[in-house]
């Protein structure tokens, strides 16, 4: 069975940075993962997907400058690192992972993944 886990949310201040981490298991392999998050009464927006290989990321346009993603395939951990944080950053994060090893065209859409963790939080203060 396929397990995703996310850890590191928290709360910090507009401007600060906080790092999520994502452990999978259970699945031989290494696969395209992606981030997403959402807020209190919006809908799952996409974060980023990066490649199995890690060469290929793509972010969307209101982290990019501001998140880098990474991963480590020989520890199964896929990481997101948030700086410059703003307020509009709080929502519950969720580390998603594909059964490919590549990010398709529709990245940015839940369908293009298969499993996926509980959430962690992240809030941001004013």
């Known amino acids: 069975q396929v397990q995703v886990d996310e850890s590191g949310g928290g709360l910090v201040q507009a401007g600060g940075s906080l790092r999520l981490s994502c452990t999978t298991s259970g699945r031989t392999g290494h696969y395209a993962m992606g981030w997403f998050r959402q807020a209190p009464g919006k809908e799952r927006e996409a974060v980023s997907c990066i490649s199995a290989s890690g060469v290929t990321i793509y972010y969307d346009d209101s982290v990019r400058g501001r998140f880098t993603v990474s991963r480590d395939n020989a520890k199964n951990t896929h990481d997101l690192q948030m700086s410059g944080l703003k307020p509009e950053d709080t929502a519950t994060y969720y580390c998603?992972?594909?059964?490919?090893?590549?990010?398709?065209?529709?990245?940015?859409?839940?369908?293009?993944?298969?499993?996926w963790g509980q959430g962690t939080q992240v809030t941001v203060s004013p």
């Open positions: 998603a992972m594909r059964r490919e090893t590549y990010c398709p065209g529709y990245w940015f859409s839940s369908d293009a993944y298969h499993y």
